[in-house]
């Protein structure tokens, strides 16, 4: 088997088809948020609820079958974070959702992705948190709440996904600060 071959079958594996298919689902997600009634709030949490378990699904398989790849270490974060984002920003106009939660949320994502990148070019590594998955978990079943935004069953799907969205603010900003304060131990440590 040439090179080629060989990278092309291990970009190809399961673990990245799964980041794949979270990407597809992104425009379902935000394509269902332009319409109004509760099967557009419906077909949007699903598809979101879909593509969440996918980001758990394809590190999992990754880790337990050993088909960690570059190109999945790259996609994998920029696809979680491209759908958490847009779905937060579909949100807002709907009134769903308030936008300095939005603002706040997308600048802590921005500011960790430009760390880690300074982190690289130090030569550090940072693994991820379990403050980290705690808030990505947070912030996924919040955004399926405040997709299906109705009453099912009793439940204010609304009202449940506004307070978890809030456990996720403050999940959020903290990860953030520990991401922060642990890059700057090691990077003291490193030049030290």
Same mark, same amino acid.
């Given at each position: 088997?040439?090179?080629q071959?060989?990278?092309?079958?291990r970009?190809?594996?399961?673990?990245?088809?799964?980041?794949?298919?979270?990407?597809? &689902?992104i425009?379902?997600?935000?394509? &269902?948020? /332009? %319409? /109004?009634g509760?099967m557009?709030?419906?077909?949007?949490?699903?598809f979101f609820?879909?593509?969440?378990i =996918?980001?758990?699904? $394809?590190?999992?398989?990754?880790?337990?079958?050993g088909?960690?790849?570059?190109f999945?270490?790259f996609?994998?974060?920029?696809?979680?974070k491209?759908? +958490? @984002?847009?779905?937060?920003?579909?949100?807002?106009?709907? $009134? #769903?959702?308030?936008l300095?939660i939005?603002?706040l949320?997308?600048? #802590?994502?921005?500011?960790?992705? *430009?760390? #880690?990148?300074?982190?690289?070019?130090e030569?550090?590594? +940072? /693994?991820a948190? /379990?403050? *980290?998955?705690?808030? =990505?978990i947070?912030q @996924?079943?919040?955004?399926?709440?405040? &997709?299906?935004?109705?009453s099912?069953? *009793?439940?204010?799907?609304? %009202?449940?996904?506004?307070?978890?969205?809030? *456990?996720?603010?403050?999940l959020?900003?903290? @990860?953030?600060?520990?991401?922060?304060?642990?890059?700057?131990?090691? %990077?003291?440590? @490193?030049?030290g």
């Open positions: 088997m040439n090179v071959a060989e990278a092309e079958k970009i190809m594996n399961l673990p990245n088809a799964l980041t794949g298919f979270r990407i597809a &689902c425009p379902l997600v935000v394509l &269902c948020l /332009q %319409f /109004q509760r557009a709030a419906f077909l949007a949490a699903a609820g879909l593509a969440s =996918t980001d758990f699904l $394809d590190g999992f398989l990754a880790r337990k079958y088909n960690v790849t570059i999945g270490k996609l994998d974060p920029l696809a979680d491209i759908l +958490i @984002s847009l779905t937060m920003i579909a949100l807002v106009p709907l $009134d #769903r959702i308030p300095w939005v603002m949320i997308i600048a #802590r994502e921005m500011a960790i992705t *430009g760390l #880690r990148a300074i982190a690289v070019s030569n550090i590594v +940072i /693994q948190s /379990q403050l *980290g998955k705690y808030k =990505t947070f @996924s079943v919040s955004l399926v709440g405040l &997709c299906l935004h109705y099912y069953l *009793g439940i204010d799907f609304h %009202f449940l996904g506004l307070i978890l969205l809030y *456990g996720a603010l403050i959020t900003l903290w @990860s953030g600060w520990d991401y922060f304060s642990h890059f700057k131990r090691l %990077f003291i440590r @490193s030049k």
